[in-house]
Each structure stands twice: as structure tokens, then as C-alpha cells.
């Protein structure tokens, strides 16, 4: 992309593992994904579930975005001093979208696309 400098991988699908919640296990909530991923993703992106291979299910708490659904690929994560290196200047919030891809523009929208998987 001219504006950033980066490529976007092409996005063909996933499925859900779970969703974080108020588990017992800290690793497992919400809270602790949160903090976790504070850094590595864009920011007001809300890491809400995971597909099983280490990619998140996120939600938006941007103003122009919110509620939207995106997946997150691990495989394509950004870095901010990488970027910095490799184009010149600092890295742009639209620029850490690079790994992250638009599933639904609702919660309700996202729903609807889950299909059960037979075993």
C-alpha cells in the first residue's frame, strides 16, 4: 500500500476456538488478553476470542469502527522499529492495521457467519 509502505496478505478465512471471558484460569480472560495484546495491536482493538492457531477474533472501540469485527494474523505481526527501519519514518496507526481484517461491521453480523464445523 503507497500510504504505508506495507503489503496486505490476502485474508481467506478461520474459524473460532473459543472466547475469552471471566474464566477462572487469569490466562484465559478477557482481562488478561487484553493486556497482553495492548501493544501489539492497533489501538481500541479489543482481542474478544481466538481460532485455535494463535490468530485473534477482535472487536472495535474505535470511534469510526466501533463494534466492527476483525481477525488478527499472528503470522503478520507488525514492529514498530522494523517499520521505522524499513520505510523511514514512524509507523502510522493505519499502518498497524496491516495484519488485521474485517469480518463483520456488527457483533450480530459476525454471528450470523459462524457455520458449525463437523468433528
Known sequence: NDETGLTNP??????????FGADHDYTATLECKIE??????PRKVIPIAEDGLGNKICISGNKDTFGFIYWWDHEHEWDEDDYKDTVGREMPE???????YLVAK???????KLAKVKD
Request: hydrophobic share 35%; no cysteine; net charge negative.
Open 94 to 100: 493505519e499502518a498497524k492495521y496491516q495484519n488485521v
Open 36 to 41: 497482553v495484546y495492548e501493544d501489539r495491536m
Open 106 to 112: 456488527s457483533f450480530s453480523g459476525f454471528l450470523e
Open 10 to 19: 490476502e485474508f481467506l478465512g478461520s474459524q473460532v476456538s473459543h472466547f
